[in-house]
């Protein structure tokens, strides 16, 4: 009996692994189709004043062409230093304008550092990402030597998205740099101005330092302030810390009147999801907005696998229409809030290199719910009746998917 067990489970999981090997190549052709359809001419999006918190001026921005701008504003205001990271870089003409002046920087004496991630720029020409001598570049690379893969805290790759200048004014949030992210994608994206800006240089100097090679000059760690107000929190895969995730089930089981979530990639853990399905059972409004055609189309399957159980808990699900939502941000009780980098799936919040920032501010969570108010006028709703009729292969094709979480 055993004997035929060890015969019977290899054949099963290659039965399992062909079925989510057909679904995954259907979607990736009906993605690719998809794409080639003519872009929406624009979505709606709010634009709040900017709020002070702690001393520091803390703006949002949810439009790129608004956001963008003032990155490069602030890239030739820049005096003394140039800190940038990001995740993907394309070598388009919005790519082109930020390695244009950061050079012209460079070349006035402004000490510039680039941080951007191979493996996600693997599609981008090498000619655009080739640099004058006079910028300090450090290409990030999760192995950099051959036993680095047989070490599971170097699969993270920096999915982080930070500028600073000068110490005193710095960016972070979803925003990838690229024309279709300043034209065809709703992100959320934070600047801040003052002394909590200290929080994002310290984040740049030490994964600078951490993984700089040795012609690459050391950086000297900021001093950094205290603030129960506004705090950047990191996901560090090498030294296995990973707050965010901690953070946002502490804010999920202390909310008492709402939670507004907006996220790309909504594929919750168990305690996550957990935390939200108890939240709406004890009364508390849950709300959260997804992209219902991303930009990853396996994610958004895996994403519906969890539908279910939200909406019998009185989660309501939310769909983003005709555009890409990128944004990572949530909302609590109109107390509390978090823009960041971090999606609510497991290489976000156990895998890669991340940045959040937590914000305590009643006038930062009325922004954040009128830009969440803003963006239901471009969802519709999922209802429980209506995700209970869909069909029984959808049905199917989630649950053959649903074992590939750990993947995303």
């Not at 002070?52 to 030739?76: H, N, P, R, W």
């Not at 790759?157 to 200048?165: G, N």
């Not at 890669?352 to 830009?371: R, T």
Request: proline content about 6%; overall charge neutral.
């Amino acid at each position: 009996m055993d004997l035929a067990l060890w015969h019977i489970l290899p054949i099963s999981l290659g039965g399992v692994f062909a079925i989510q090997l057909l679904i995954v190549s259907v979607l990736l052709i009906e993605a690719r189709v998809r794409r080639r359809r003519v872009p929406p001419e624009g979505f709606p999006y709010f634009h709040p004043p900017p709020i002070t918190v702690a001393g520091t001026e803390v703006q949002l921005y949810t439009a790129g062409g608004q956001i963008f701008e003032a990155m490069l504003a602030a890239i030739e205001g820049a005096r003394e230093t140039i800190y940038l990271e990001t995740y993907i870089w394309k070598g388009d003409e919005l790519g082109e304008r930020f390695k244009q002046a950061l050079t012209r920087k460079a070349r006035a004496g402004v000490a510039v550092y680039l941080i951007y991630d191979t493996f996600a720029n693997i599609v981008v020409p090498r000619s655009f990402l080739r640099f004058p001598p006079e910028l300090h570049v450090l290409p990030y690379r999760a192995w950099r030597r051959p036993w680095h893969a047989l070490d599971f805290r170097r699969y993270g790759r920096d999915h982080r998205k930070i500028l600073v200048v000068d110490g005193a004014v710095g960016f972070v949030g979803g925003y990838n740099i690229g024309e279709i992210y300043r034209t065809q994608w709703r992100d959320t994206h934070l600047r801040l101005a003052g002394p909590e800006v200290d929080d994002l240089t310290s984040a740049f100097v030490d994964f600078w330092n951490t993984n700089r090679y040795p012609h690459l000059p050391a950086l000297a760690l900021p001093r950094r302030s205290w603030s129960s107000e506004l705090r950047a929190y990191r996901n560090d895969p090498l030294r296995l810390i990973f707050p965010i995730r901690s953070i946002y089930i502490e804010a999920i089981e202390q909310a008492q009147t709402h939670i507004f979530m907006t996220q790309a990639y909504f594929i919750p853990d168990e305690a996550i999801l957990q935390a939200l399905m108890r939240a709406a059972r004890r009364g508390v409004d849950v709300r959260v907005l997804v992209p219902w055609q991303s930009n990853h189309v396996i994610a958004d399957w895996l994403a519906r696998h969890s539908f279910d159980l939200c909406l019998r808990s009185g989660v309501r699900i939310f769909g983003y229409q005709g555009a890409m939502i990128h944004a990572k941000a949530a909302t609590v009780d109109t107390i509390w809030s978090m823009v960041g980098t971090a999606n609510i799936d497991r290489l976000s919040l156990a895998g890669n290199y991340e940045i959040n920032i937590e914000i305590f501010s009643p006038e930062v969570a009325h922004a954040m719910e009128a830009i969440f108010s803003c963006d239901l006028t471009n969802a519709v709703e999922i209802l429980p009746e209506e995700w209970a009729r869909r069909s029984w292969l959808a049905r199917a094709s989630e649950l053959a998917l649903a074992p590939l979480w750990p993947l995303l």
